[in-house]
């Protein structure tokens, strides 16, 4: 069992940056597949990127690629998410999730995915 803590999120103007971490523990981060999530008042739950294990290829949703970059640190235990050229529409409460190894890729969808962190907040003002 591994448990997922975000950190990173909060108020920021249009264009702006923020970088989200999810901390991993009780296992080996290397052992897992890692996916971002959001979900904003009102709408379903979105997958937005992940990246695989153990060759890190990543993985966008179209309504951010090209603004966010996944990373991870397995020394660090933390898998990060970039976030440039933030826009109002990407006020939502994100989370991250782990998966079992996904083949060379990563899932790009919530069913896959067993454990979840508690998620953290970003406000993207106008």
């Known amino acids: 069992q591994v448990q997922l803590v975000e950190s990173g999120g909060g108020l920021v103007q249009s264009g702006g940056s923020l970088r989200l971490s999810c901390a991993a523990s009780g296992a080996t981060l290397r052992d897992f597949a890692i996916g971002w999530f959001r979900q904003a008042p009102g709408k379903e739950r979105e997958w937005i990127s992940c990246?695989?294990?153990?060759?890190?290829?990543?993985a966008y949703a179209d309504s951010v690629k090209g603004r966010v970059t996944i990373f991870r640190d397995n020394t660090k235990r933390t898998v990060y998410l970039q976030m440039d050229n933030l826009k109002p529409e990407d006020t939502a409460f994100y989370h991250c999730?782990?998966?079992?190894?996904?083949?060379?890729?990563?899932?790009?969808?919530?069913?896959?995915?067993?454990?979840w962190g508690q998620g953290t907040q970003v406000t993207v003002s106008s």
């Open positions: 990246i695989s294990t153990p060759d890190s290829i990543t």
């Open positions: 999730a782990s998966s079992p190894p996904y083949g060379r890729s990563c899932p790009g969808t919530a069913n896959r995915y067993t454990y």
